[in-house]
């Protein structure tokens, strides 16, 4: 029988909408749009991801029950109340200038709350899978700039081309260059010193995989298990 109460993509989904909430309560966010309604549609998924802990269904089967259904539709409410598709423009036209680094992790955090709601139906077709990496993306990008970071000479920041959107990655290792095709897990923002990063690249002792196998935006190809062990103590911490 699978243990639903320790199953990865349902723990992160919980922890993602705490973060909402506490993101959104907090944040400083100007223009048209009903925190209201996006703050109550957010508590209500609560007690539907509860509910499946304690189901003791196989993943498969959690994916097609209707917690899952009112999961997805509680995140389109919360795009719609948030503003429509395009939400994140207004906010960021209507910021002052000293807000735009705190407005700039938040708008990265509400995003992966979305992503990880809107992807947890897929992710739990993947099957009884007990790693913490199963619960987040690992996507393959091209580094498509990089740049320095304005308050640290140890630091670059990255523009990474995900096919189908365009992420910013902060690393400490300096030999990365255009071009390269690399393996991000998108795992819950983090700031470094005033940089907000939306995902880590995957890597080892030699600094990051720049030569990753895949279609850009897919899962990467070939990569060594030993380059997920940072990602795993990550969504270990995130959890706690």
Known sequence: ????????????????????????????????????????????????IQSLYYS????????ETPQ???????SHEIVDALGGKN???QFQEFASKDDKEKLTASIAKIKFFLSTISRLKGRLQ?????????AIDILTGSVSSVGKHA????????????????????????????????AVAMLPPAVFQGVTSEGMFLGGGDGILKDVGGEIGDLPHGI??????ETRNLVETFLK
Request: net charge negative.
């Open 1 to 48: 029988m699978w243990d639903s109460s320790k199953d990865y993509p349902l723990l992160v989904a919980q922890k993602s909408v705490e973060l909402f909430l506490r993101t959104v309560e907090g944040a400083n966010l100007r223009g048209k749009w009903n925190k209201k309604k996006a703050l109550s549609s957010a508590r209500d998924m609560v007690p539907e």
């Open 56 to 63: 003791y269904l196989d993943p498969e089967e959690i994916a």
């Open 68 to 74: 899952i259904g009112n999961l997805e539709n509680g």
């Open 87 to 89: 939400w994140h423009h």
């Open 126 to 134: 993947l099957g009884e899978i007990n790693d913490p990496v199963i």
């Open 151 to 182: 308050k640290s000479d140890k630091l670059l920041i990255c523009n990474v081309n995900l096919g189908d959107r365009a992420v910013t990655v902060v690393t400490n290792d300096l030999k990365v260059k255009d071009g390269n095709h690399v």
């Open 224 to 229: 060594p298990l030993e380059a997920l062990n």
